[in-house]
Every structure is written in C-alpha cells, then in structure tokens.
C-alpha cells in the first residue's frame, strides 16, 4: 500500500520510521518532509491548503492510507475532502476536530457529558470576563478559545496576571482565536499525555508519556513546544489507564458519535493527575510532539495496520503490544529558542550519534545544503534513548547527544527528573 504523511517536523519523523516497519507499506510518500524523512521516504511538494491537490496526488499515486500530523489541516477539514473524494484517512474530520480547535466546545461536551474536567465559564467580551475573574479570584486560568500555537494559555497566579491576560487576547493578537475565552479553575496534581486510538466507535488505550514544556532546567523559563519526552508515564499504572478511559476517553467518544461528528485518529488527552482523580485539561486531535517520538519506538504492533483500521472504523478492542522499556527523547534546539532562532548553523557527528546502542535520531527543523546540515527551525533534532528503565534511557539519550558537534544549539540536561524522583 502507498501511504501519504503530512507534515515535516520529528513527530512525523517517528511515524514514517514506524510505518516503514510495515510489511504492508510499499511506497511512503512525506509532505513536506525533512532531511531526516528523506532517507526513509519520498518527498513531495503539497499545497496542503490546496485540499484538491491534495486529492489529485493521492489519485494519481494510488495512495491507500493518507497520514495527517499536525492539527492545522484536520482543523480546515482535509480528511472531509479526502473522505468525500473517497479517499482514506488518519485523522478526525473538521467537526471532530472542533475538541481542539475549540477550548469552549471540549468543556462544553465534558459538561454535557459528565467528564472530570477543570470548572470553567466562557466569555465573548472583556468586561464580563473580569467581573468573574473578581468573584474567583487566584490562581486562575485563562485560555484563547482557538488555536494558538501553544500560546493561548495563561496560568496567572495573580488577578492582575490574568486580567492582563484577558486583554491581551481580546487586544486581537491571536486573531480568530482570540475572539472567544475560557476561564478555568486551576488543578493541582502530574501532569501526563495520554493517548488512544479512535475508529468512530471504538478507542483503544495506546500510551503514555510526560514532556517538559519549560525551556530551562528545573522547569524554569519561558513555554516552549517541549524540550523532551520520555514513555510511558510512571504515574499511569493498569488502574489508572481503565480510570481514564471508562471515564474520560469512552464518554468523549459517544458524545461525539451522538452529535454527529464520530472521532477517528488519535485522541491526545492531557491530563491531571489529581487527588480527586484524573481530570482532563485539553485534547489535541492528534499526536504530539515530542511524545511520538518516545511512544512509537515501543510499539511492537504494525503502526499501519493499526491506522487503516482506525480510518476503517474496524478498530478491535484488544491491549496493543509494546515493549516494557522505556524511551526517553531530548530535544536539540537553536540558540535563541523559544524566541527567535538563530537558524544556519552547521550541525555535525550526527553519524556517529545514531551509531550509538539504543539511539533513534529524529529530525525537526534541519535542512541540506549539499553534504552539509543546516539548523533551520527552534526545535531542530531529538535524540531518543531506550534502556529498561528511564535512568538507563536517559543516559543513552544523552551520550548520544554529547557526540553531536553543534555549537549553534542547546539542550536540558534534566529530562526525566521528576521520574527519576519517584
Ligand atoms: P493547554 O494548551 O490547554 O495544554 O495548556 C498548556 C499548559 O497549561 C498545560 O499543559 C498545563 O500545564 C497548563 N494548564 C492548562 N490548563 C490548566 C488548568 N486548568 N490547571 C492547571 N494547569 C493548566
């Protein structure tokens, strides 16, 4: 079968190295792709926009199975013309992909549908907002309504912080995003990303992980996209899996069947561990990043097959295999990250990196310049270790990343403390 994966950033990097692993998998075609996919796939130039061109190419290749990565077009409703065109796809359709372009829309069904989820309310102006974020007080959260690149998110320990935060989302800086707001009570508890597998119908626990979201170590220093990764979740033991699906996961599922917009993908749940239980702060409608690339190296099961039953809505309800190791991934960003990047520099001894025992390389923001490699992104290589727990996966992780010869880049150097605690 040829397949179709969109996007071209490390998490679509991990999924093109587990789909080669198929047995069914013939041609795997990557847009746009990177240096790294290069090697396991060919490249094309899509308009992903360009949702008719996107057909005609799937047309024209015999592609059996398209691949949606980032949130973006599944937001803009690809996998609807796809669909339409009678194509296959992994990835929910733009209605069901509203549980992440709308914060106000996922609290609204976890409402309707009894979820543990934060206490919120929804605003459409400032004034009211503020009137409520008086009666509540602090520490309180407040989020932009749409997508914002991860951006739209305060935690405000003050009332100031998130008035402040109010205007600056209504000030119109996040555009369409911004014209609505959700104010949510703050939970206290870990934090893990936990995901499952949907065909419409049917979800199948898959993994977990935990990132680092903070630039710096310690968790210090600004949000980034995350700085590392390692799965599964220490915390997510057999009891608690059953807990976030018969009372998360499932629930989410048959509301969603019941308004008309059945999820198929991969739902990516973020959850508090709290003392109460799991509660739900946000879904993403797809996977994440870095989390794929510590998840996918453990999966003993055909990602392909597992993906066409999902688009088929044939997806069995059976624990899927992966192995009891851990892994554990650090991203390698520009100088200058989480704000603007220095981008060109050279990056060498990525060879003798990869060459390293239980070390899966991926890329992210690199490029070619003929036999030479190019940062070109924030986030630009992870470097994921396995071992049989996360100490001895770290510490491949990072003697890896010690062999890499890139002045213009950084890295933690904690990843996987809080595990490490435990
Ligand atoms: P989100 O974009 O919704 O994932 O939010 C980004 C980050 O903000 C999350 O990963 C959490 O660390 C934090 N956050 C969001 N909502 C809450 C909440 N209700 N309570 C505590 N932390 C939150």
């Not at 989410?252 to 308004?259: D, G, H, K, V």
């Not at 770290?394 to 010690?402: G, L």
Request: aromatic content about 6%; overall charge negative; proline content about 5%.
């Amino acid at each position: 079968m040829n397949v179709l994966l969109l996007g071209g950033g490390g998490r679509e990097h991990a999924i093109g190295l587990a789909l080669r692993k198929s047995a069914r998998l013939d041609t795997l075609f990557v847009s746009p792709g990177n240096p790294g996919l290069a090697d396991v796939a060919r490249l094309v130039v899509l308009d992903l926009a360009n949702h008719q061109a996107v057909v005609d190419f799937c047309r024209l290749m015999q592609i059996g199975l398209v691949v949606v990565g980032p949130e973006a077009p599944l937001v803009d409703g690809l996998v609807d013309d796809l669909e339409t065109a009678g194509l296959k796809a992994f990835g929910p359709t733009k209605a069901a992909a509203m549980l992440e372009g709308s914060k106000g829309f996922m609290k609204d069904l976890c409402s309707g549908a009894g979820i543990p989820t934060a206490a919120y309310a929804r605003f459409t102006d400032a004034a009211r907002a503020k009137t409520y974020l008086a009666e509540k007080g602090a520490p309180i959260v407040v989020k932009a309504d749409g997508l914002a690149a991860g951006k739209g998110v305060t935690v405000a320990a003050t009332r100031a912080e998130a008035e402040a935060a109010v205007d600056r989302i209504f000030d119109g800086g996040f555009g369409e995003a911004g014209r609505a707001i959700v104010i949510e009570e703050m939970l206290e508890g870990e934090e893990v990303s936990f995901f499952a597998l949907c065909d419409g119908k049917v979800a199948q626990a898959f993994a977990s992980a935990q990132d680092h979201k903070r630039v710096g170590d310690g968790d210090t220093g600004p949000n980034t996209g995350g700085m590392g990764a390692y799965s599964p979740a220490p915390i997510m033991d057999a009891a608690l899996v059953a807990r976030v699906m018969d009372e998360i996961v499932d629930p989410t599922l048959a509301a969603m069947a019941a308004r008309g917009a059945p999820f198929k993908g991969v739902l990516f749940a973020g959850l508090m561990i709290t003392s109460e239980g799991p509660k739900l702060i946000e879904y993403n409608v797809r996977f994440g990043d870095p989390e794929t690339q510590v998840m996918l190296p453990r999966l003993e099961d055909d990602l392909l097959d597992l993906m066409l039953a999902c688009a088929e809505g044939r997806l069995a309800k059976r624990a899927l295999r992966f192995s009891p190791d851990t892994a554990l991934t650090v991203v390698l960003a520009a100088k200058g990250y989480p704000g603007t990047p220095e981008t060109g520099s050279e990056i060498r001894g990525l060879a003798e990196a990869a060459a390293m025992p239980c070390v899966t390389l991926t890329h992210a923001g690199t490029k070619r310049d003929g036999l030479r490699l190019l940062a070109n992104g924030g986030r630009v290589l992870n470097v994921t270790g396995r071992g049989v727990d996360v100490a001895e996966a770290r510490q491949r992780a990072y003697a890896a990343v010690d062999r890499i010869d890139w002045p213009g880049g950084f890295c933690r150097r904690d990843i996987g403390w809080r595990a490490l605690r435990r």
